[in-house]
């Protein structure tokens, strides 16, 4: 385990702190402040040591090394001071004088932060003249790096900054780690992991993960349209990685192979909901793909149509069908830890006219069955979810607070998942 700020001493001592400010912006404002939030307590902790000053680096979109006002991390600075209930400067570069000057004129409890570093090329190539000017400006004798969503890119504000100066984590990178890798280490069973999202590229080390240490593992989202296609299922015009079948098939039958070695399920979707678009304004249906019950409901059990089990060539597969869901439910009701990255359908798709929100009904239903709020469910799971979209999805219900662990990462809580290293943590200082 890395060092932290509670094993250095920061009195008097000029302190840098990379955070990940990556917020989503719409028209030019903050959509959502969850990381803004989440950087908090180390700040105050650090504030709370008597540092000389304290200096926040971090970037927001991906500039390519250019800068661009549309990308300045200037609102984030007014929406931080708004937090902290305390000023906090800005300064429009993140080297150079103009830096040094703010800096000089900074009191111990005052805050500054810099500009965007993707604006400079340095950045991204992970070069160590530019964490020296970065240094140079700041007078900076500390790098806290609590900026976890970005720990798994090697870049000057990750890595070549860790080489000039001490470096230790701040307490939102150490309750990220210490809570995904506690639960991938030592979960308390079962454990059900659902696995969703776009791509199957990005899932493959977590899926292969999943299958080997939990108990049960869900497939949904348009990942799992590469298992239904494998399958021979017609999918019409759905999503799907074409290069990824064989890799598909291989964790299928590693899939296969678990279920026969001890109790393990693997959860491919049964039932989908398609329609001609993704906008929300063609009709949706659900089609039976295991042709159990759906078919012709009002005549079951008459021979369904095969229309009612297929997907036709026009359509698109855009959420998980309810019997998925209540599969995963049944899932969920017994275990004691539920991982879930990636979200089962496109739940960015708004229903017309404040209507339900047609392709979110199988993300919905699994983030209630997590937290409670679809049955009587006592004894709730541990849960935990990782990705950008998903937890985009929880915030805009207004969940955040109701989920044991949201994590603020994206590929860096997938990559810690999966068991990689990565680059930001390695960098610092052991324990
Ligand atoms: P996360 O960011 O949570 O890790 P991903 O980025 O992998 O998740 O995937 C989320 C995206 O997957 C969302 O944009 C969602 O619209 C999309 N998605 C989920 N299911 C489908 C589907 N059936 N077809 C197309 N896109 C889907
Ligand atoms: C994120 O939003 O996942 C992090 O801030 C990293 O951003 P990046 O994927 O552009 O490196
Ligand atoms: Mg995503």
């Known amino acids: 385990m ?36 989440q950087s908090l307590p180390t700040i105050e902790y650090i504030l709370k040591n008597g540092p000389a000053s304290l200096i926040i680096i971090a970037h927001l979109g991906r500039p390519k090394g250019k800068p661009d006002k549309a990308l300045s991390l200037s609102p984030v600075a007014k929406r931080l001071a708004q937090l902290l209930g ?12 103009a830096v040094k000057e703010l800096v000089a004129k900074l009191s111990s409890d005052g805050i500054l932060l810099l500009e965007n570093l993707r604006f400079r090329a340095g950045e991204e190539t992970n070069d160590p003249d530019f964490a020296k000017a970065i240094v140079a400006a700041t007078s900076a004798e500390i790098f806290v790096q609590d900026g976890f969503g970005v720990v798994h890119r090697a870049h000057a504000s990750t890595q070549a900054i860790t080489k000039i100066l001490p470096s230790v984590g701040g307490l939102l990178l150490e309750k990220e780690v210490e809570t995904i890798v506690g639960v991938m280490n030592k979960p308390a069973r079962p454990l059900v992991a659902v696995v969703g999202g776009a791509k199957i590229s990005d899932k493959i080390d977590v899926l292969n993960k999943f299958i080997e240490l939990a108990d049960c593992v869900a497939v949904t989202g348009a990942l799992a349209n590469n298992f239904l296609a494998g399958q021979g299922v017609r999918i019409g015009k759905s999503l799907i990685d074409p290069d990824a079948g064989a890799e598909a098939s291989e964790i299928w039958h590693r899939a296969q192979a678990e279920e026969q070695k001890r109790p393990f399920n693997f959860l491919v979707p049964v039932d989908v909901v398609v329609s001609k678009s993704l906008d929300g304004r063609s ?10 019950s759906l078919a012709d409901i009002e005549a079951y059990p008459k021979l369904p149509k095969p229309d009612s089990y297929s997907v036709r060539a026009d359509e698109l597969i855009l959420d998980i069908g309810p019997i998925s ?28 006219a404040g209507g339900a929100d047609p392709f979110a009904h199988g993300s919905k239903t699994v983030a209630e069955a997590m937290i409670g709020q679809s049955n009587s469910h006592k004894n709730k799971p541990f849960s935990v979810v990782g990705g950008g979209d998903s937890v985009r999805y929880i915030s805009s219900e207004g969940w955040l607070d109701d989920f044991n662990h949201v994590s603020t990462g994206g590929s860096a809580s997938l990559d810690l998942m999966a068991g990689k290293k990565l680059p930001g943590i390695e960098a610092l200082l052991d324990k």
Do not use: M
């Not at 009709?283 to 159990?292: E, F, G, L, N, W």
């Not at 995963?328 to 960015?348: L, N, P, Q, Y």
């Open 2 to 37: 890395f060092k932290t700020v509670k094993d250095i001493n920061l009195s008097g001592k000029r302190v840098l702190l990379r955070t990940d400010y990556n917020v989503p912006l719409v028209d030019g404002k903050i959509a959502d402040d969850y990381r803004i939030r």
């Open 86 to 97: 305390r000023p906090v400067g800005f300064a429009p570069q993140c080297t150079g004088d």
């Open 283 to 292: 009709p949706t249906r659900i089609v039976d793909i295991a042709s159990h």
């Open 325 to 352: 869901a209540a599969e995963i439910v049944g899932a969920i009701k017994i275990a004691r830890t539920v991982v879930w990255a990636g979200t089962c359908g496109v739940t960015e798709t708004k229903g017309i």
